[in-house]
């Protein structure tokens, strides 16, 4: 079966570093997959979106980046963070119609 | 993608049905109708999804009216871990986001 896991559980970054978070998949092959952020008390944002290694689409303008290494590997990064980029950062698949989500990162930038 | 109306927030006993509606009056012919629930600080959890039939699983049914601007999520027999935000999405056959609105609160009381 597949199972997806995420790293860290939570984090806490100051205002200006950098951030890199890391996001697996396994039990399939060639997933797509996808990167949501949830501010508190708000629903779900796309973030990125990948379709194969090296292949990624933005959503929204951000300081925010994303890379796809490997085919079950989807990390998220910044170069610098900002207050603004506090949330609960969730990492999910699909091959067909359904998504399946991680467990999340919450990431709380001080 | 079309956007869903779904109540804020609603109660339900626990041992009956929660009946769960949602309004998609903009719905376009072949776009889907599918629902996740997100319980407190965990990732989306898929739960069903249809596009012109009543749908089941082993986690609820789905009621989708014949002219398709409307659905029913059923949780036939809702215990206290039902407790979640449900949301319900209109997403497109071919389309990769899923577009995550406010959803409906509810709450499983003993």
């Known amino acids: 079966s597949q199972t997806i896991h995420q790293w860290p559980a939570t984090l806490v970054q100051p205002v200006g570093s950098p951030l890199s978070l890391e996001c697996t998949v396994e039990g399939t092959s060639n997933p797509n997959l996808y990167w949501y952020r949830q501010a508190a008390g708000r629903g779900l944002q796309l973030l990125f979106y990948?379709?194969?290694?090296?292949?990624i689409s933005s959503e929204v303008p951000q300081n925010l980046s994303a890379s796809r290494p490997q085919d079950r590997q989807f990390i998220l990064s910044s170069k610098k963070l900002l207050l603004s980029d506090s949330g609960f950062y969730l990492c999910?698949?699909?091959?067909?119609?359904?998504?399946?989500f991680g467990p999340g990162t919450r990431l709380t930038v001080t | 993608d079309a956007k869903t109306t779904q109540p804020t927030s609603m109660d339900c006993a626990e041992g009956r049905a929660a009946n769960l509606p949602c309004n998609h009056s903009?719905?376009?012919?072949?776009?889907?109708v599918y629902w996740y629930r997100q319980i407190h600080s965990q990732g989306p959890q898929y739960i069903i999804h249809?596009?012109?039939n009543n749908e089941t699983n082993e986690m609820a049914s789905l009621i989708i009216t014949e002219d398709r601007k409307s659905s029913t999520l059923i949780l036939p027999h809702a215990t206290l871990r039902d407790t979640a935000v449900y949301y319900c999405i209109v997403r497109g056959g071919g389309d990769y986001k899923l577009s995550f609105g406010a959803g409906t609160t509810v709450t499983v009381r003993a």
């Open positions: 249809g596009l012109k």
């Open positions: 903009t719905i376009s012919g072949n776009e889907y």
């Open positions: 990948s379709v194969g290694i090296g292949q």
């Open positions: 999910a698949w699909s091959e067909e119609s359904e998504q399946y």
